[in-house]
């Protein structure tokens, strides 16, 4: 018979071993867990990060009435295609760039209407600019003057390369080609007949800037460049939807998958005409597909890879 003694010494050790396998459980149950967590931050995190798909941003800018669009190719390399009437562009840059990046590779300006130029002035000032594209064509108001002052004294003090459109050339930036397609002469003498017509490719995916060209340079452009403009992705409506533009010609040959609305809620041009804006429900009703976005409810962004195009 064990004395109470005995029985307190193998309670006693029984107490130890279960401490010594507790302890080494709980270190290998540590262990384990680290296993786990490493294995699917490295599975959730870092493949992805390996292997993220290059895409291009497009962001149509909510700058109320006007035009802004800023072109990210996957390196990061921007293109801001007009910059809306005041400074309300730069609130909108500030949503999709990070407040330190005070770069901007290009400034397409269309052509030199004022909700088109007009934010131009805070850009200039707030960014540094490689680049300033603009149509050939100019005007004499005093918002023109003050942001073109600004372009050429930076031009003189050779902060950056100033091109004027008067033909159609490309450009490319990284993989992203941007096609200037109009103005083709300097034979137009109407500002908005005279606005840059922008094609951005990326892999098979196309992106139709128009500005506020009117429904003739459309019909022009669909002559000239037929196979080019055939099923676009994605597709400003032109003048912001105005009677004048965006035309049936340009949904049906066009096809465009998405179509942007660019204006200002309660503007005094009434756009967009109720006339274009039936004949896109009209079309989005045959193409289940489609979709139309409109800045007046914010910012619109879209991610671009060689193969789709998505909201994003």
């Known amino acids: 018979m064990k004395t109470a003694r005995g029985y307190h010494g193998l309670f006693l050790f029984a107490v130890v071993g279960w401490g010594c396998m507790a302890k080494r459980f709980v270190i290998q149950f540590f262990i384990l867990c680290t296993a786990v967590a490493g294995y699917w931050w490295y599975v959730l995190v870092w493949v992805p990060l390996e292997t993220e798909v290059p895409m291009v941003r497009v962001h149509f800018l ?18 801001l295609v007009d910059a809306g009437r005041d400074g309300a562009v ?40 490689s680049s300033v594209i603009h149509s050939f064509i100019p005007a004499e108001t005093q918002v023109y003057r003050a942001v073109m002052e600004r372009v050429y004294a930076k031009e003189q003090a050779g902060k950056i390369a100033v091109h004027q459109v008067d033909r159609a050339q490309q450009f490319i930036l990284d993989d992203v080609t941007l096609s200037l397609l109009w103005p083709l002469d300097r034979t137009v003498a109407d500002k908005n007949a005279a606005s840059v017509v922008l094609l951005v490719q990326y892999g098979d995916q196309q992106v ?18 037929p196979d080019l403009l055939a099923d676009i992705e994605l597709v400003k409506a032109g003048h912001h939807g105005s009677r004048t533009s965006f035309s049936q010609a340009m949904l049906e040959k066009a096809e465009p998958h998405s179509i942007v609305f660019s204006y200002g809620e309660g503007n005094p041009y009434k756009h967009p005409h109720h006339t274009v804006l039936n004949r896109t429900a009209a079309y989005v009703a045959e193409h289940p597909d489609a979709r139309v976005y409109r800045t007046v409810d914010g910012t619109v962004s879209f991610c671009i890879t060689k193969e789709n195009t998505i909201r994003c």
């Open 208 to 225: 139709l800037l128009t500005g506020d060209a009117p429904v003739a340079v459309e019909d022009v452009l669909f002559n000239v460049f």
């Open 90 to 129: 730069s609130a909108a840059l500030n949503h999709v760039m990070q407040a330190s990046d005070k770069h901007i590779d290009a400034l397409v300006m269309t052509h030199p209407d004022a909700d088109h130029i007009g934010g131009f002035a805070a850009v200039l000032d707030q960014y540094d600019i």
């Open 62 to 79: 909510d700058v109320g009435q006007g035009d802004s669009i800023l072109i990210e190719t996957p390196s990061g390399r921007q293109v």
